[in-house]
């Protein structure tokens, strides 16, 4: 995987310090942009290492967890978010805002649950580290896997630009919206897609985690929630936890993970799965 962390200080290309979630200036914009065009290569390289990956490695938690590190590498943003052992994969391959050991944990997971999942949504999508990860993972094991919806405040990366023209010849059609998940023409694209897997990681407070929830469990069979074990995202904790209860007539799985040395509890990832039911019942709570 190539380093581009020079880029962050010999050009003083961009600073990754207090970067806004959303709400990005033109010139902030224009910043990103430039920054994310000028290793596109790392798109490449991890489609390449991916699909070379023998399926051996998805047995295994800790030759998966090396794979996202020295394949995929991790974001520049919150480090202190992140095990300081792991520095010298931050900013660097596709930039996930992800603990490794959980995401590792969460793509076999997925390798061995989502064989039917022909269609993906991912609400928060960033720089699309995640969202290229996943997808090539519903590539190998999904035969029908033909579409996928990236959906964010700020405007399309280079990394999803890229990573789009890879797959469009393979019939894949990766689709960007760039826009609010609470505005009629989100709630119409999810409707139009049905989403059979679709990940949660755009407004982290209460209300908008759960809108974003109760849209998406009209459609998808899979409905995965991120920060859910998180001491910088409470209202997202908090949620996770009432799901649990609430959405009786699913199975959760979750992937908490720490790493020893760092203090706290950060990220979290949390699947609810569902097994063919075309449209949810109404939410309710565990009998006791």
């Known amino acids: 995987m190539e380093n581009k962390k020079d880029l962050l200080t010999s050009d ?27 290793i596109t290569s790392n798109v490449d390289t991890f489609v390449s290492a991916f699909r070379a990956l023998p399926s051996s490695s998805f047995a295994s938690d800790a030759l998966m967890e090396a794979f996202v590190l020295e394949h995929i590498g991790l974001n520049n943003e919150s480090l202190g978010e992140l095990a300081p052992e792991l520095k010298d994969y931050f900013g660097t391959g596709l930039h996930i805002w992800q603990n490794p ?19 993906y949504l991912e609400i928060g999508s960033r720089w699309g580290g ?25 405007r ?11 797959v469009k010849s393979e019939g894949i059609e990766i689709e960007y919206f760039k826009g609010s998940s609470t505005s009629d023409a ?3 694209m999810v409707h139009r897609v049905k989403p059979a897997l679709s990940l ?20 998808s069979k899979i409905i995965v929630h991120h920060d859910i074990s998180s001491d910088t995202c409470p209202d997202s904790t908090l949620l996770w936890n009432s799901l649990k209860q609430l959405e009786s007539q699913m199975t959760y799985t979750e992937f908490t993970e720490q790493y020893e040395t760092l203090p706290g509890h950060y990220f979290g990832i949390g699947v609810l799965a569902r097994a063919g039911e075309a ?4 939410l309710r709570p565990h009998k006791t």
Do not use: M
Request: charged share 25%.
């Open 279 to 282: 449209a949810a019942p109404a």
């Open 200 to 219: 949660i990681d755009g407004d982290h407070s209460l209300s908008g985690a759960l809108k974003d929830h109760i849209l998406i469990r009209q459609v």
């Open 101 to 119: 050991r959980q995401f590792a944990a969460y793509l076999r997971w997925l390798a061995q649950n989502a064989v039917d999942c022909a269609s």
């Open 12 to 38: 003083n290309l961009l600073c990754f310090d207090n970067l806004p979630e959303a709400g990005f200036t033109d010139e902030l914009e224009e910043k990103v942009r430039s920054y994310f065009s000028r």
């Open 130 to 154: 995640t969202f290229i990860a996943t997808c090539e993972v519903l590539r190998r094991v999904c035969p029908t896997f033909k579409r996928a919806v990236a959906a964010d405040l700020i």
């Open 156 to 166: 399309e990366t280079p990394f999803i630009e890229r990573y789009a023209a890879i």
């Open 186 to 188: 989100f709630r119409d």
